[in-house]
Protein backbone atom coordinates (compact mmCIF):
# COMPACT_ATOMS: atom_id res chain seq x y z
CA UNK A 1 0.00 0.00 0.00
CA UNK A 2 0.92 3.43 -1.04
CA UNK A 3 2.30 5.60 1.50
CA UNK A 4 -0.18 8.47 2.83
CA UNK A 5 1.81 10.95 1.52
CA UNK A 6 2.89 9.62 -1.86
CA UNK A 7 0.58 11.24 -3.71
CA UNK A 8 1.10 14.85 -2.17
CA UNK A 9 4.99 14.90 -1.90
CA UNK A 10 7.32 14.35 -4.80
CA UNK A 11 10.33 12.86 -4.35
CA UNK A 12 13.44 14.74 -5.33
CA UNK A 13 15.96 12.52 -4.43
CA UNK A 14 16.35 10.58 -1.00
CA UNK A 15 16.35 13.55 1.36
CA UNK A 16 14.39 16.37 -0.47
CA UNK A 17 10.87 16.00 -1.04
CA UNK A 18 8.50 18.76 -2.82
CA UNK A 19 5.16 20.18 -1.70
CA UNK A 20 3.95 20.82 -5.25
CA UNK A 21 2.97 24.79 -5.87
CA UNK A 22 -0.43 23.04 -7.22
CA UNK A 23 -0.98 21.45 -3.90
CA UNK A 24 -3.31 24.96 -2.66
CA UNK A 25 -4.34 27.47 -4.87
CA UNK A 26 -2.59 30.41 -3.90
CA UNK A 27 1.00 29.11 -3.27
CA UNK A 28 3.16 31.16 -4.33
CA UNK A 29 6.45 28.85 -4.69
CA UNK A 30 6.71 24.94 -3.96
CA UNK A 31 7.41 23.48 -0.66
CA UNK A 32 10.53 21.74 -0.30
CA UNK A 33 11.10 19.62 3.11
CA UNK A 34 14.70 18.13 3.50
CA UNK A 35 13.99 14.48 5.36
CA UNK A 36 14.43 11.15 5.06
CA UNK A 37 11.92 9.00 3.96
CA UNK A 38 11.62 7.01 6.97
CA UNK A 39 10.89 10.92 9.26
CA UNK A 40 7.70 11.62 6.76
CA UNK A 41 5.16 9.88 8.89
CA UNK A 42 5.75 11.90 11.60
CA UNK A 43 5.80 15.32 9.30
CA UNK A 44 2.81 13.88 7.53
CA UNK A 45 0.49 13.01 11.03
CA UNK A 46 1.82 16.39 12.69
CA UNK A 47 0.89 18.29 9.83
CA UNK A 48 3.33 20.32 9.36
CA UNK A 49 3.83 19.76 5.93
CA UNK A 50 0.48 21.97 5.81
CA UNK A 51 2.13 24.77 7.39
CA UNK A 52 4.80 24.90 4.28
CA UNK A 53 2.27 24.99 1.70
CA UNK A 54 0.73 28.12 4.08
CA UNK A 55 4.19 29.94 4.20
CA UNK A 56 4.25 29.40 0.36
CA UNK A 57 1.06 32.16 0.64
CA UNK A 58 3.39 34.64 1.72
CA UNK A 59 3.96 37.81 -0.73
CA UNK A 60 7.43 38.24 -2.07
CA UNK A 61 8.20 34.53 -1.09
CA UNK A 62 11.02 33.61 -3.40
CA UNK A 63 12.79 29.81 -4.06
CA UNK A 64 10.92 27.58 -1.85
CA UNK A 65 8.90 27.43 1.61
CA UNK A 66 11.50 25.35 3.38
CA UNK A 67 11.32 23.07 6.23
CA UNK A 68 14.61 21.20 8.18
CA UNK A 69 14.31 17.59 8.98
CA UNK A 70 14.16 18.77 12.79
CA UNK A 71 10.47 20.26 11.20
CA UNK A 72 7.42 20.02 13.37
CA UNK A 73 4.38 22.12 14.05
CA UNK A 74 4.82 25.93 15.48
CA UNK A 75 2.86 29.04 15.43
CA UNK A 76 1.92 29.89 11.64
CA UNK A 77 5.51 28.63 10.07
CA UNK A 78 6.55 25.66 11.38
CA UNK A 79 9.56 24.89 13.46
CA UNK A 80 12.02 24.09 11.61
CA UNK A 81 11.07 26.14 8.33
CA UNK A 82 12.83 28.76 5.85
CA UNK A 83 11.13 31.39 4.14
CA UNK A 84 12.83 34.19 2.08
CA UNK A 85 10.53 37.36 0.73
CA UNK A 86 11.97 40.38 -1.20
CA UNK A 87 12.92 43.40 0.77
CA UNK A 88 11.48 45.25 -1.83
CA UNK A 89 8.16 44.13 -2.08
CA UNK A 90 7.58 41.24 0.10
CA UNK A 91 6.32 41.00 4.08
CA UNK A 92 8.06 40.29 7.65
CA UNK A 93 5.72 37.77 9.73
CA UNK A 94 6.39 37.40 13.12
CA UNK A 95 5.73 34.09 13.37
CA UNK A 96 8.38 33.08 10.89
CA UNK A 97 11.01 33.79 13.82
CA UNK A 98 8.55 32.84 16.77
CA UNK A 99 8.06 34.09 20.35
CA UNK A 100 11.95 33.15 21.55
CA UNK A 101 13.30 35.87 18.85
CA UNK A 102 16.88 34.52 18.97
CA UNK A 103 16.56 31.58 21.06
CA UNK A 104 20.01 30.24 19.66
CA UNK A 105 23.43 27.99 20.88
CA UNK A 106 26.72 28.97 22.61
CA UNK A 107 29.48 26.71 22.40
CA UNK A 108 32.58 26.95 24.73
CA UNK A 109 35.75 24.83 24.08
CA UNK A 110 38.43 23.75 27.24
CA UNK A 111 41.87 22.65 27.38
CA UNK A 112 40.04 19.76 30.17
CA UNK A 113 39.14 15.75 29.27
CA UNK A 114 37.11 13.68 30.24
CA UNK A 115 39.13 12.08 32.46
CA UNK A 116 39.77 15.40 34.85
CA UNK A 117 36.33 16.15 34.64
CA UNK A 118 34.44 13.16 35.33
CA UNK A 119 35.80 12.85 39.45
CA UNK A 120 34.26 16.37 39.65
CA UNK A 121 30.91 16.41 37.27
CA UNK A 122 28.62 16.21 39.91
CA UNK A 123 30.26 19.35 41.88
CA UNK A 124 30.97 21.21 38.11
CA UNK A 125 27.15 20.67 37.69
CA UNK A 126 25.97 22.20 40.75
CA UNK A 127 27.95 25.24 40.76
CA UNK A 128 26.69 25.91 37.28
CA UNK A 129 23.25 25.28 38.57
CA UNK A 130 23.96 28.34 41.59
CA UNK A 131 25.30 30.80 39.73
CA UNK A 132 23.00 30.61 36.44
CA UNK A 133 19.42 31.23 37.64
CA UNK A 134 17.36 29.27 35.72
CA UNK A 135 13.71 28.19 35.56
CA UNK A 136 10.15 29.62 34.60
CA UNK A 137 10.23 33.56 35.58
CA UNK A 138 13.76 33.11 36.90
CA UNK A 139 14.93 36.36 37.93
CA UNK A 140 19.04 37.20 37.29
CA UNK A 141 21.92 38.69 39.39
CA UNK A 142 22.07 41.94 37.09
CA UNK A 143 19.59 44.81 38.18
CA UNK A 144 19.18 47.45 35.43
CA UNK A 145 17.33 50.82 34.95
CA UNK A 146 15.18 51.00 31.80
CA UNK A 147 17.98 53.46 30.74
CA UNK A 148 20.35 50.70 31.29
CA UNK A 149 18.45 47.93 29.31
CA UNK A 150 17.56 50.40 26.35
CA UNK A 151 21.51 50.48 26.38
CA UNK A 152 21.94 46.22 26.14
CA UNK A 153 18.95 46.25 23.50
CA UNK A 154 20.77 48.43 21.26
CA UNK A 155 24.39 47.26 21.38
CA UNK A 156 23.88 43.46 22.37
CA UNK A 157 26.15 41.33 24.01
CA UNK A 158 28.90 44.09 23.16
CA UNK A 159 27.13 45.96 26.35
CA UNK A 160 27.88 43.03 28.27
CA UNK A 161 31.88 42.63 27.42
CA UNK A 162 31.91 46.59 28.47
CA UNK A 163 30.46 45.71 31.57
CA UNK A 164 33.28 42.93 32.41
CA UNK A 165 31.10 40.01 31.38
CA UNK A 166 33.62 38.12 28.90
CA UNK A 167 35.87 39.32 26.16
CA UNK A 168 36.10 40.87 23.08
CA UNK A 169 37.45 37.77 21.56
CA UNK A 170 33.42 36.50 22.60
CA UNK A 171 32.07 38.67 20.59
CA UNK A 172 34.14 38.21 17.31
CA UNK A 173 33.25 34.85 16.93
CA UNK A 174 29.17 35.49 17.58
CA UNK A 175 26.50 35.75 14.67
CA UNK A 176 26.36 39.55 14.10
CA UNK A 177 29.43 40.24 16.74
CA UNK A 178 26.37 40.13 19.41
CA UNK A 179 24.67 43.21 17.95
CA UNK A 180 21.89 43.31 15.06
CA UNK A 181 22.10 46.52 14.07
CA UNK A 182 18.63 48.39 13.42
CA UNK A 183 17.77 47.84 16.96
CA UNK A 184 15.87 50.77 18.06
CA UNK A 185 14.65 50.69 22.30
CA UNK A 186 11.68 52.70 21.03
CA UNK A 187 9.78 50.23 18.86
CA UNK A 188 9.90 48.04 22.13
CA UNK A 189 6.66 47.91 24.54
CA UNK A 190 7.16 49.14 28.48
CA UNK A 191 5.68 45.64 29.40
CA UNK A 192 8.29 44.14 27.61
CA UNK A 193 10.85 45.66 28.58
CA UNK A 194 9.50 45.20 32.36
CA UNK A 195 9.86 41.56 31.74
CA UNK A 196 13.15 41.82 30.34
CA UNK A 197 14.65 44.15 32.96
CA UNK A 198 15.18 41.17 35.91
CA UNK A 199 15.55 38.32 33.61
CA UNK A 200 19.13 39.35 31.92
CA UNK A 201 21.69 36.59 32.35
CA UNK A 202 19.19 33.20 33.44
CA UNK A 203 18.41 30.10 31.23
CA UNK A 204 14.60 30.52 31.60
CA UNK A 205 12.43 27.08 30.81
CA UNK A 206 11.48 24.64 28.54
CA UNK A 207 14.10 22.90 25.89
CA UNK A 208 16.45 25.45 27.54
CA UNK A 209 19.50 24.18 28.83
CA UNK A 210 23.42 24.25 29.51
CA UNK A 211 25.68 20.95 29.01
CA UNK A 212 28.71 20.02 29.88
CA UNK A 213 30.22 17.36 27.01
CA UNK A 214 32.66 15.59 25.93
CA UNK A 215 33.67 15.38 21.88
CA UNK A 216 33.38 11.37 20.96
CA UNK A 217 33.79 11.66 17.05
CA UNK A 218 35.68 13.93 15.09
CA UNK A 219 34.56 13.60 11.63
CA UNK A 220 36.38 16.99 9.49
CA UNK A 221 39.84 17.37 11.86
CA UNK A 222 41.02 20.61 9.62
CA UNK A 223 37.97 22.16 10.32
CA UNK A 224 37.84 20.55 14.17
CA UNK A 225 41.11 22.11 14.55
CA UNK A 226 40.38 25.38 13.39
CA UNK A 227 37.46 25.79 16.03
CA UNK A 228 40.09 24.50 18.65
CA UNK A 229 37.91 21.03 19.04
CA UNK A 230 41.43 19.04 18.95
CA UNK A 231 40.91 15.44 20.42
CA UNK A 232 38.41 12.83 21.11
CA UNK A 233 37.65 12.87 25.15
CA UNK A 234 38.14 17.32 25.11
CA UNK A 235 35.26 18.61 26.92
CA UNK A 236 32.95 21.19 25.44
CA UNK A 237 29.92 23.72 27.19
CA UNK A 238 27.17 24.39 25.46
CA UNK A 239 24.35 27.08 26.78
CA UNK A 240 21.00 27.08 24.61
CA UNK A 241 18.55 30.16 25.68
CA UNK A 242 16.86 32.92 24.34
CA UNK A 243 15.40 36.20 24.54
CA UNK A 244 13.16 35.26 27.55
CA UNK A 245 10.20 37.42 28.44
CA UNK A 246 11.17 40.07 26.60
CA UNK A 247 11.26 38.16 23.40
CA UNK A 248 7.98 36.59 23.74
CA UNK A 249 6.48 39.82 25.14
CA UNK A 250 7.70 41.50 21.58
CA UNK A 251 6.14 38.72 19.28
CA UNK A 252 3.09 38.97 20.89
CA UNK A 253 2.80 42.50 20.68
CA UNK A 254 3.56 42.57 16.74
CA UNK A 255 1.33 39.80 16.27
CA UNK A 256 -1.71 42.09 17.34
CA UNK A 257 -0.47 44.93 15.41
CA UNK A 258 0.06 42.65 12.21
CA UNK A 259 -2.91 41.34 12.28
CA UNK A 260 -4.70 44.12 11.73
CA UNK A 261 -1.66 45.42 9.25
CA UNK A 262 -2.48 42.18 7.05
CA UNK A 263 -6.13 43.56 6.28
CA UNK A 264 -5.30 46.75 5.99
CA UNK A 265 -2.75 46.15 3.01
CA UNK A 266 -5.43 43.45 1.37
CA UNK A 267 -3.08 40.56 1.84
CA UNK A 268 -4.70 36.88 1.92
CA UNK A 269 -3.39 34.12 3.90
CA UNK A 270 -4.62 30.58 4.89
CA UNK A 271 -3.37 31.00 8.54
CA UNK A 272 -3.80 34.34 10.36
CA UNK A 273 -1.02 32.80 12.89
CA UNK A 274 1.37 34.03 9.54
CA UNK A 275 0.21 37.65 10.06
CA UNK A 276 2.74 40.31 8.09
CA UNK A 277 3.64 43.36 6.74
CA UNK A 278 5.19 44.75 3.78
CA UNK A 279 8.98 44.93 4.92
CA UNK A 280 9.39 48.34 3.56
CA UNK A 281 6.24 49.49 5.79
CA UNK A 282 6.11 51.31 9.07
CA UNK A 283 4.60 48.33 10.76
CA UNK A 284 6.91 45.92 9.02
CA UNK A 285 10.32 48.07 9.57
CA UNK A 286 8.91 48.47 13.57
CA UNK A 287 8.54 44.76 14.03
CA UNK A 288 12.42 44.27 12.35
CA UNK A 289 13.85 47.25 15.44
CA UNK A 290 11.92 45.23 18.17
CA UNK A 291 12.97 42.34 17.13
CA UNK A 292 16.58 43.20 16.61
CA UNK A 293 16.16 44.51 20.04
CA UNK A 294 15.38 41.20 20.95
CA UNK A 295 18.13 39.67 19.38
CA UNK A 296 21.04 42.10 20.97
CA UNK A 297 19.14 41.01 24.13
CA UNK A 298 19.33 37.41 23.59
CA UNK A 299 23.32 37.35 22.92
CA UNK A 300 23.69 39.85 26.03
CA UNK A 301 21.86 36.98 27.63
CA UNK A 302 24.05 34.12 26.73
CA UNK A 303 27.35 36.26 26.99
CA UNK A 304 26.56 36.75 30.80
CA UNK A 305 25.34 32.89 31.31
CA UNK A 306 28.94 31.98 29.38
CA UNK A 307 30.66 34.31 31.96
CA UNK A 308 29.29 32.75 34.69
CA UNK A 309 29.99 29.43 33.59
CA UNK A 310 33.76 29.98 33.09
CA UNK A 311 33.88 31.41 36.52
CA UNK A 312 32.33 28.21 38.27
CA UNK A 313 34.70 26.45 35.70
CA UNK A 314 37.04 28.57 37.75
CA UNK A 315 36.45 27.78 41.28
CA UNK A 316 36.06 23.99 40.51
CA UNK A 317 39.14 23.37 39.15
CA UNK A 318 41.19 25.61 40.60
CA UNK A 319 42.70 27.26 37.37
CA UNK A 320 42.21 30.59 35.53
CA UNK A 321 40.29 30.88 32.03
CA UNK A 322 42.75 30.80 29.79
CA UNK A 323 44.81 27.81 31.36
CA UNK A 324 41.37 25.45 31.08
CA UNK A 325 41.11 27.17 27.36
CA UNK A 326 37.90 28.18 28.19
CA UNK A 327 37.20 29.81 24.58
CA UNK A 328 34.33 30.46 22.85
CA UNK A 329 33.84 29.01 19.44
CA UNK A 330 30.95 30.64 18.14
CA UNK A 331 27.30 31.78 18.64
CA UNK A 332 24.84 31.19 16.53
CA UNK A 333 21.01 32.41 16.40
CA UNK A 334 18.17 29.93 15.75
CA UNK A 335 14.98 32.14 15.43
CA UNK A 336 15.30 35.27 13.52
CA UNK A 337 14.71 37.36 10.57
CA UNK A 338 17.76 38.99 8.76
CA UNK A 339 18.10 40.97 5.71
CA UNK A 340 20.59 39.26 3.41
CA UNK A 341 21.26 39.43 -0.24
CA UNK A 342 21.61 36.01 -2.02
CA UNK A 343 21.47 34.88 -5.74
CA UNK A 344 17.71 34.25 -6.85
CA UNK A 345 17.65 32.71 -10.44
CA UNK A 346 21.06 34.32 -10.98
CA UNK A 347 20.22 37.52 -9.76
CA UNK A 348 21.54 39.12 -6.89
CA UNK A 349 18.48 40.32 -4.53
CA UNK A 350 17.49 42.18 -1.22
CA UNK A 351 15.91 39.65 0.88
CA UNK A 352 14.12 39.31 4.04
CA UNK A 353 15.43 35.72 5.55
CA UNK A 354 13.00 34.40 8.33
CA UNK A 355 14.84 31.26 9.98
CA UNK A 356 12.58 29.99 12.86
CA UNK A 357 14.43 26.71 14.57
CA UNK A 358 16.84 27.07 11.47
CA UNK A 359 20.53 27.68 11.26
CA UNK A 360 22.39 29.97 9.35
CA UNK A 361 24.74 28.07 7.51
CA UNK A 362 27.01 29.88 5.34
CA UNK A 363 30.41 28.85 3.28
CA UNK A 364 34.10 29.11 3.39
CA UNK A 365 34.52 32.22 1.84
CA UNK A 366 31.53 34.21 2.66
CA UNK A 367 32.78 38.06 4.28
CA UNK A 368 30.48 37.40 7.48
CA UNK A 369 31.87 34.27 8.60
CA UNK A 370 34.28 35.21 10.96
CA UNK A 371 37.83 35.82 9.34
CA UNK A 372 39.74 32.91 11.57
CA UNK A 373 37.07 30.29 9.90
CA UNK A 374 36.62 31.76 6.37
CA UNK A 375 38.73 28.92 5.01
CA UNK A 376 36.28 26.26 6.62
CA UNK A 377 32.84 28.18 6.45
CA UNK A 378 30.85 29.17 9.22
CA UNK A 379 30.27 26.74 12.74
CA UNK A 380 26.98 25.35 12.94
CA UNK A 381 25.89 24.05 16.58
CA UNK A 382 22.92 21.52 16.23
CA UNK A 383 21.76 20.65 20.09
CA UNK A 384 20.09 17.07 20.38
CA UNK A 385 18.20 15.67 23.36
CA UNK A 386 19.97 15.65 26.64
CA UNK A 387 20.28 11.30 26.63
CA UNK A 388 22.01 11.48 23.03
CA UNK A 389 24.45 13.72 21.43
CA UNK A 390 24.96 16.84 19.97
CA UNK A 391 27.19 18.14 16.69
CA UNK A 392 29.38 20.73 15.66
CA UNK A 393 28.95 21.38 11.63
CA UNK A 394 30.11 24.17 8.81
CA UNK A 395 27.81 25.76 6.58
CA UNK A 396 28.54 24.95 2.68
CA UNK A 397 27.96 26.42 -1.09
CA UNK A 398 24.79 24.09 -1.48
CA UNK A 399 22.98 25.48 1.50
CA UNK A 400 23.93 28.89 -0.02
CA UNK A 401 22.43 28.04 -3.55
CA UNK A 402 19.31 26.13 -1.92
CA UNK A 403 18.30 27.09 1.65
CA UNK A 404 19.57 30.53 2.01
CA UNK A 405 22.54 29.40 3.62
CA UNK A 406 20.45 27.29 6.30
CA UNK A 407 20.22 24.23 8.00
CA UNK A 408 18.69 22.57 11.06
CA UNK A 409 18.55 23.49 14.43
CA UNK A 410 18.70 20.68 16.50
CA UNK A 411 16.69 17.41 16.99
CA UNK A 412 13.04 18.43 16.90
CA UNK A 413 10.10 17.58 19.02
CA UNK A 414 8.41 14.06 18.28
CA UNK A 415 5.98 14.80 21.25
CA UNK A 416 4.19 17.82 22.93
CA UNK A 417 4.95 18.83 26.51
CA UNK A 418 2.00 17.30 27.66
CA UNK A 419 2.23 14.34 25.66
CA UNK A 420 6.23 13.62 27.52
CA UNK A 421 4.89 14.79 30.87
CA UNK A 422 2.09 11.95 30.23
CA UNK A 423 4.60 8.91 29.34
CA UNK A 424 7.01 9.29 31.95
CA UNK A 425 7.99 10.88 35.08
CA UNK A 426 11.06 13.21 35.52
CA UNK A 427 12.13 11.18 38.66
CA UNK A 428 12.54 8.24 36.33
CA UNK A 429 14.10 10.48 33.50
CA UNK A 430 16.99 11.26 35.77
CA UNK A 431 17.64 7.83 37.52
CA UNK A 432 17.86 6.54 34.00
CA UNK A 433 20.86 9.60 32.83
CA UNK A 434 22.28 8.93 36.00
CA UNK A 435 23.06 5.11 35.32
CA UNK A 436 24.54 6.75 32.09
CA UNK A 437 26.84 8.84 34.34
CA UNK A 438 25.11 11.69 32.68
CA UNK A 439 24.29 13.73 35.78
CA UNK A 440 20.97 16.40 35.63
CA UNK A 441 19.97 19.47 37.69
CA UNK A 442 16.30 21.03 36.92
CA UNK A 443 13.97 23.61 37.97
CA UNK A 444 11.33 20.88 38.67
CA UNK A 445 11.08 17.03 37.98
CA UNK A 446 8.07 18.25 35.24
CA UNK A 447 10.66 20.24 32.91
CA UNK A 448 12.52 16.88 32.95
CA UNK A 449 10.10 14.67 31.90
CA UNK A 450 9.23 17.07 29.02
CA UNK A 451 12.57 16.79 27.60
CA UNK A 452 12.68 12.98 27.80
CA UNK A 453 14.61 12.17 24.93
CA UNK A 454 11.49 9.78 23.97
CA UNK A 455 10.19 13.53 23.47
CA UNK A 456 12.49 14.10 20.51
CA UNK A 457 13.86 12.70 17.24
CA UNK A 458 17.04 10.98 17.20
CA UNK A 459 19.29 14.50 16.31
CA UNK A 460 21.42 11.82 14.17
CA UNK A 461 18.94 10.99 11.64
CA UNK A 462 18.62 14.96 11.51
CA UNK A 463 21.80 15.77 10.96
CA UNK A 464 22.85 12.58 8.71
CA UNK A 465 19.84 14.54 6.40
CA UNK A 466 21.56 17.98 6.28
CA UNK A 467 24.88 16.40 6.03
CA UNK A 468 24.23 13.84 2.93
CA UNK A 469 21.92 16.81 1.24
CA UNK A 470 24.80 19.35 1.16
CA UNK A 471 23.63 21.72 3.39
CA UNK A 472 25.95 21.40 6.12
CA UNK A 473 29.04 19.24 7.33
CA UNK A 474 29.50 17.28 9.89
CA UNK A 475 32.97 18.29 11.75
CA UNK A 476 32.38 16.54 15.34
CA UNK A 477 29.90 14.94 17.91
CA UNK A 478 29.90 15.36 21.60
CA UNK A 479 27.67 13.57 24.24
CA UNK A 480 26.24 14.89 27.68
CA UNK A 481 27.99 14.60 30.77
CA UNK A 482 25.90 17.08 32.81
CA UNK A 483 23.10 18.69 32.29
CA UNK A 484 21.07 22.08 33.56
CA UNK A 485 17.49 22.08 32.63
CA UNK A 486 15.50 25.35 32.59
Same mark, same amino acid.
Given at each position: ????????????? /??????????K?????????????????????????Q?? $? #???????I????? $??P???????F????????????G??????????????? %?????N?? !???? *????? %??? #?E????????????? *???L???????V??????? $????????????????????????????????A !????????????????FL?????DE???? #???T??????????????????????????? /???????? $??????I??? /??Q?????????????????? =??A??????N??????????A??????????????E?VY /???????K??????????????????G???????????????Y????QP????GD????S?? =??????A????????????????? %???? *??S??????????A????????D?????????????????????????????R??????P????K?
Amino acid at each position: MAAPWAATLKKID /DYRWQVPQSYKPGMLVPGLIFASEAMLEHIWTDDAFQQV $A #NVAFLPGIVGHSL $AMPDIHWGYGFPIGGVAATRASDGVVSPGGVGFDINCGV %RLLRTNLT !KEEV *KPRIE %RLV #NELYASIPSGLGSEG *KIRLSERELDKVLAKGSQW $AVQAGYGDAEDSAVTEESGCLQGANPDKVSVKA !KKRGIPQLGTLGSGNHFLEVQVVDEIYDP #NAATAMGINDVGQVLLLIHTGSRGLGHEVCG /DYIKLLVD $ATARYGISLP /DRQLACAPVQSAEGQAYLAAM =ACAANYAWTNRQCIAHWAREAFVRVFGKGPRVLGLEQVY /DVAHNIAKLETHVVDGVRQALCVHRKGATRAFPSGHPDVPGIYRNIGQPVLIPGDMGRCSYV =AVGTERAMRETFGSTCHGAGRLQS %RHAA *KRSQRGSEVAQALAARGIIVKADSMGSLAEEASEAYKDVTQVVDVVHKAGISRKVARAVPMGVIKG
